[in-house]
């Protein structure tokens, strides 16, 4: 079964650091484009930042908002899709989902986790 | 950047009757590279079509996908119970992969 499960969500305070991870199971990691997406709550879906896999360069890409704070990397010999972020603010209160591609479809998730909650609060 | 902007916001309509859902781009999506999934409380969206017009695996074929360029359609032909949900046009193909403020289908 193709799964996704993300954890390391919690509270943190403005200013503070998370990192987040994505457990993959179930198809060829290490071949796989990765996103996370988020959704404060109550708002729509966001999409924060992407690896390629390591065979198409392995680069990442991200949303303005979250450019120069978050960073996002794999780890291929673990299956699991991180996501650091540093230097958080209150807007970046969301659950935060990792996601996969349809192949070829750049950008397509046709995969997703269940989430896990970031609330930033002092 | 290109503006992904979904109408209605909110669609009341009874089981059995026909959706018609909206999402216009604020630039041409190249390559009709726009998705559409479905949203219900407390759950990750599920992809629906992408490429404008390719069902995912698992999507019901009452659920379709048409447009080109800067305007594009998601239509249910005939609403099931369990369609009543938020529904979200993202760009795919192209960065950033933005998506549409969603449309909230209820029941009337």
């Known amino acids: 079964e193709v799964q996704l499960v993300e954890s390391g969500g919690g509270l943190v305070k403005p200013g503070g650091s998370l990192r987040l991870s994505c457990a993959a199971s179930g198809f060829t990691f290490s071949g796989a484009w990765m996103t996370w997406v988020r959704q404060a709550p109550g708002k729509g879906l966001e999409w924060v930042g992407r690896?390629?896999?390591?065979?198409?360069?392995?680069?990442?890409d991200y949303a303005a908002p979250v450019k120069g704070r978050f960073t996002v990397s794999r780890d291929d010999s673990k299956s699991t899709l991180y996501l650091q972020m540093n230097g958080l603010k209150t807007e970046d209160t969301a659950m935060y989902f990792c996601s996969t591609d349809v192949p070829y479809s750049d950008g397509a998730f046709d995969v997703w986790g269940q989430g896990t909650m970031v609330i930033v609060s002092s | 950047e290109i503006v992904l902007t979904q109408s209605p916001d909110t669609l009341s309509l009874s089981p059995g009757e026909r959706a018609t859902l909206s999402c216009r781009a604020s630039q041409s999506v190249s390559s009709n590279s726009l998705a559409w999934y479905q949203q219900k409380p407390g759950q990750a969206p599920r992809l629906l079509i992408y490429g404008a017009s390719s069902r995912a695996t698992g999507t019901p074929d009452r659920f379709s996908g048409s447009g080109s360029g800067t305007d594009f359609t998601l239509t249910i032909s005939r609403l099931e119970p369990e369609d009543f949900a938020v529904y979200y046009c993202q760009r795919h193909g192209g960065l950033p992969h933005t998506f549409g403020q969603g449309t909230r289908l209820e029941i009337k």
């Open positions: 690896i390629k896999s390591k065979s198409d360069g392995g680069s990442t």
